[in-house]
């Protein structure tokens, strides 16, 4: 564990008996050390994705996937939480291919409204509806040659969701007013952080588009997954934020990369970033502060649900196992605070979906009061 590496480190420095790593009585690691430990245990620092910092073995899993796909034109659909790096490894497979000299263009679908989505994904014509006083150029022919990233793809309306498929099926388009078809070659990456599959279950996404995107997946690993990459990141984020602030931070306390690697993460990476700006805007001295408040310290994960490990296996026994550990754990209690969904970071739909994909069903001797669905 990346705490254990950092533990070594600091018994080492006060061996050597050097005073630079005190602080108040309190020993403390420099930040160029608290890198280098870890990148000695783990091998590179750096992924070879760019802004992708760790060498954990589930991210390893997911950037081997990307290089085997990287080279294909095949469709490939990300799956993981908000602040995962979905977009990182989205461009990533872009700049991998061979289309890498050509357009990457993003999409979020979330993030435009209904009525103006269809117009920013295909275009329009001039007089095409209220409003559009000229012609426009939407994000698939812009995308021609290249890559197309639709993120969020869960929020896709569904009135738009067979125009998407055709684009897909027959990479052929029209602008919203004109009768006259586009002719595109596009590769597309979508990404998202819903359950696809629970969607479809539900009939608010279509089965059909699903399994038109869903031609390679790739999860990325939730941080709380990727505990040994902590301290790399914190080592590059507190370099980063540095930097830009020219504000140095040289010391990290050990109970801050103790807190750090036992916090739950719900926002992931991009959460983790966020307090280390806010670590570096509050320390003083070259001394980076704990910017956990103590209750968020609390929500740490279970100690059986984090040390839970597969060492053999498809991915998919490895979720199966994973998922009946943490319900034995739970006494099958699916839902509430103290539920398997909670401990295993996941919507309490979309854990029942994941059951049902797996066969995983209630044991006949647990009591059908003691479990929350």
């Avoid at 993460?265 to 570096?280: D, F, K, S, T, Y």
């Amino acid at each position: 564990m990346a705490t254990a590496a950092f533990q070594t480190f600091v018994e080492h420095t006060h061996v050597q008996g050097d005073t630079r790593f005190r602080h108040d009585d309190v020993g403390i690691a420099s930040i160029n050390e608290v890198g280098r430990v870890c990148s000695d245990e783990q091998g590179n620092k750096e992924t070879p994705v760019s802004g992708l910092i760790g060498s954990s073995p589930a991210l390893k899993f997911a950037l081997r996937e990307v290089e085997r796909v990287a080279p294909t034109d095949s469709t490939v659909l990300i799956l993981g939480e908000t602040g995962t790096g979905k977009e990182l490894i989205a461009r990533a497979i872009h700049n991998l291919s061979g289309r890498r000299e050509r357009p990457f263009i993003k999409v979020n679908c979330a993030a435009i409204p209904l009525d103006l989505l269809e117009s920013e994904l295909f275009g329009h014509e001039k007089g095409a509806f209220t409003g559009a006083i000229a012609q426009k150029i939407g994000r698939f022919e812009m995308a021609d040659t290249g890559t197309l990233f639709l993120d969020e793809i869960g929020d896709l309306p569904l009135a738009l969701q067979p125009k998407l498929l055709r684009v897909l099926q027959e990479q052929e388009f029209e602008r919203l007013g004109s009768g006259r078809t586009h002719r595109i070659s596009v590769r597309l990456v979508a990404a998202t952080h819903r359950d696809l599959a629970d969607l479809v279950a539900r009939k608010e996404f279509r089965g059909d588009l699903y399994y038109r995107l869903n031609v390679f997946p790739i999860e990325l690993p939730p941080l709380r997954e990727r505990v040994e990459d902590i301290p790399q990141l914190i080592s590059h984020f507190v370099k980063d934020f540095s930097r830009r602030m020219g504000k140095p931070v040289r010391f990290i306390p050990p109970e801050t990369i103790a807190a750090f690697s036992s916090y739950s993460w719900p926002g992931n990476v991009r959460e983790l970033q966020n307090l280390i700006e806010r670590a570096v805007i509050r320390s003083n001295d070259g001394l980076l502060p704990n910017p956990l408040p103590a209750l968020d310290q609390m929500s740490v994960w279970p100690e059986k649900a984090r040390i839970r490990t597969c060492a053999s296996g498809t991915l998919s026994e490895c979720t199966r196992s994973l998922i009946l550990g943490t319900l034995q754990d739970t006494g099958w209690v699916i839902g509430g605070p103290d539920g398997a969904a909670t401990r295993l970071g996941l919507p309490r739909t979309s854990l029942i979906s994941k059951m049902r994909r797996l066969g995983i069903s209630r044991p006949r001797s647990v009591s059908v009061t003691n479990v929350v669905a």
